[in-house]
C-alpha cells in the first residue's frame, strides 16, 4: 500500500485538465478595480480565455487585445501595444490600471514588453494623457510553460511588485485567497469579520455577479483598488491560502518590505480551516470569537450525519488546481472516503517537495496514485482499459464526458464549472464550504443510486 507521486508517461496531451499562464493573468486582472488588461497576441488568445470565465460566471467581462497578426510575428509588435493602449484610454475614460499580458508568439518573436511600457510613459501617457492616472503593468506570461495556475501567480506578483508602497504600518494583514469563486471570497470575509480582523484581500471579487438595474445593465469587475494593493507594503502580515496562487508575491512582499507571511493549509475541510483560524489568531492576536466556534459545529454536525454511513469507504478521482486538488484529498480522507487518484495538470516541479503532498505519501494506507502533468487521458485509461473503480469525480465541467460515459457520479469544483447554475456563489473553503461540500457529495450519491434504480440503497429505512 502506498502514494506515489509519478509524472505522465506519455509526451503528448490528451484532452487537458488546465489551459494557458496568460488564461491566469487574465482573470486576476478582472479582480482589480478601474483595470482592463491588453492581452498581448493573437485574438484568440482573449476570446477563448473570456469565453471560459464568461461560461463560469454567466457573465461578460471586459479584456482586450493587442490583436496581433502575421506581420507582427515576423517584424515585432510592439506597435500593436502602443495603439492598444491609445485605444483602451481613450474609450475607457475611467481605467487607471493596464496589465500588459504577455503570450507564446509574442514572448518567442522577443517584444520589449518593458521597454514599451517605458516609452509609452515618457510619450503618450506625458503627452496625450497628462494629468491622468495610468499604471501600466508587465506580466509575462509566456504560453509554452507552466500553467494558468503558474500565470495567476504570476500575475498577483506584477500587481503587488508595480504597487506596493512602504509607508506607515498598519494592524492590517494581507489575504492572499488564490484562484477561487466569488463565494468562496463571502466565506472568508466573513471568517474575517467574526475575528473583527480588518484585512486586505486580494482580489475582491464579490461583485463578478453583476445585477440588471433599471439604469441598465453592469458589468462584473473586481474591487480591490490601487490603494489596497499600495497597502500589502504596510501590513503586518500576509496568509496565503493556496500555495501555487498567491506564494510568490507574498514572499515579494517579505523579502522587500519585511512583511512576515504564513502559507496556511488551503482551507478545504474542518481541519484546514481550524488551521487558517489558528494562523490568524497568532498574527493578529485576535481571540477566536464563539460565533466561529458555533459555525464550525454545525459544519461537524451535519458532516457527522452524513460522513460514517453514506461516504466512508467510497473511491474518489480529484482533478484541477493542485492547492484545491489537494486540499479535496485531504478533506475526503477526514470523511473516511479514499481519494485514489489525484491529477494534477502541469508540471510544476515543487510539487514532490509539498509538505501536503508528502504527508499523504508518509500516512496513506492504501494505493493512492497522484500523476503530475495530467491530462483527462489519464483518468480515462485508467476507468476504461486499467480496471480503476470510482465511486465518485471530483473536478471542474471539463471532464464532465468521462462521468457521462462512465457512469460515475461527479461533483463540480473548480473552474470552469459551466454546465450548473450559480456554483461559484457557494464556497468550498471554510466552516461552510466544509457543511456544503459535504452534502453536495453525499446528494450525488444519493441521485446516483436513483439513476441506476438501486432501491435497497444504503439508507436502510422503509
Not at 348 to 364: F, S, T
Amino acid at each position: 500500500m502506498s502514494c506515489q507521486l509519478k509524472v505522465k508517461e506519455r509526451d503528448g496531451v490528451i484532452n487537458p485538465i488546465f489551459t494557458c499562464q496568460p488564461a491566469g493573468a487574465q482573470f486576476a486582472s478582472i479582480g482589480v478595480k478601474d483595470c482592463i488588461g491588453i492581452v498581448h497576441g493573437g485574438q484568440g488568445c482573449v476570446m477563448f480565455v473570456r469565453l471560459l470565465i464568461s461560461q463560469h460566471f454567466k457573465e461578460s467581462f471586459e479584456i482586450a487585445s493587442s490583436s496581433v497578426h502575421e506581420d507582427g510575428a515576423v517584424f515585432g509588435a510592439t506597435n500593436r501595444v502602443e495603439e492598444a493602449v491609445d485605444v483602451l484610454l481613450s474609450r475607457y475614460p475611467d481605467v487607471k490600471v493596464i496589465p500588459i499580458i504577455t503570450t507564446c508568439s509574442t514572448e518567442i518573436i522577443g517584444d520589449d514588453i518593458d521597454g514599451v511600457i517605458n516609452k509609452l510613459e515618457d510619450e503618450l501617457l506625458a503627452e496625450k494623457f497628462a494629468g491622468r492616472e495610468v499604471h501600466l503593468v508587465p506580466v509575462h506570461t509566456p504560453s509554452f510553460v507552466g500553467s494558468m495556475i503558474s500565470g495567476y501567480d504570476v500575475a498577483v506578483l506584477a500587481f503587488v511588485k508595480k504597487f506596493a508602497k512602504k509607508s506607515e504600518p498598519t494592524d492590517k494583514i494581507n489575504v492572499i485567497t488564490g484562484w477561487v469563486n466569488p463565494g468562496d471570497v463571502t466565506e472568508i470575509k466573513s471568517i474575517l469579520k467574526d475575528m473583527d480582523i480588518d484585512a486586505t484581500v486580494l482580489f475582491e471579487i464579490e461583485s463578478f455577479d453583476a445585477p440588471i438595474m433599471p439604469t441598465g445593465n453592469s458589468v462584473g469587475h473586481g474591487e480591490t483598488t490601487i490603494q489596497d494593493l499600495q497597502g500589502t507594503a504596510n501590513a503586518k502580515g500576509t496568509i496565503v491560502l493556496n500555495r501555487y496562487e498567491g506564494g510568490k508575491a507574498a514572499t515579494f512582499l517579505e523579502k522587500k518590505f519585511k512583511v512576515p507571511s504564513v502559507v496556511s493549509q488551503t482551507p478545504i475541510g474542518i481541519r484546514n480551516t481550524d488551521s487558517f483560524v489558528h494562523n490568524l489568531k497568532e498574527m493578529t492576536g485576535k481571540p477566536i470569537p464563539e460565533s466561529l466556534v458555533y459555525k464550525r459545529g454545525v459544519a461537524l454536525d451535519a458532516i457527522a450525519d452524513i460522513s460514517h454511513m453514506f461516504l466512508a469507504e467510497k473511491r474518489v478521482a480529484i482533478y484541477g488546481a493542485p492547492d484545491m486538488v489537494i486540499g479535496l484529498a485531504e478533506f475526503c480522507l477526514d470523511l473516511e472516503m479514499k481519494p485514489v487518484l489525484l491529477l494534477l495538470g502541469d508540471d510544476n516541479g515543487g510539487y514532490a517537495k509539498d509538505p501536503r503532498i508528502k504527508a499523504l505519501q508518509e500516512n496513506v494506507d492504501y494505493d493512492m496514485e497522484i500523476v503530475t502533468n495530467a491530462d483527462f487521458w489519464e483518468l480515462e485509461n485508467r476507468i476504461k482499459n486499467e480496471g480503476l473503480e470510482l465511486d465518485l469525480i471530483l473536478g471542474h465541467s471539463k471532464g464532465r464526458f468521462i462521468s457521462m460515459e462512465y457512469n460515475i457520479p461527479m461533483v463540480r469544483v473548480g473552474f470552469p464549472t459551466f454546465d450548473r447554475a450559480g456554483l461559484y456563489n457557494y464556497p468550498i473553503v471554510g466552516y461552510g464550504g466544509a457543511k456544503w461540500l459535504a452534502e453536495q457529495m453525499a446528494n450525488a450519491l444519493f441521485t446516483d443510486m436513483e439513476y441506476k434504480k438501486n432501491k435497497e440503497w444504503l439508507l436502510n429505512v422503509w
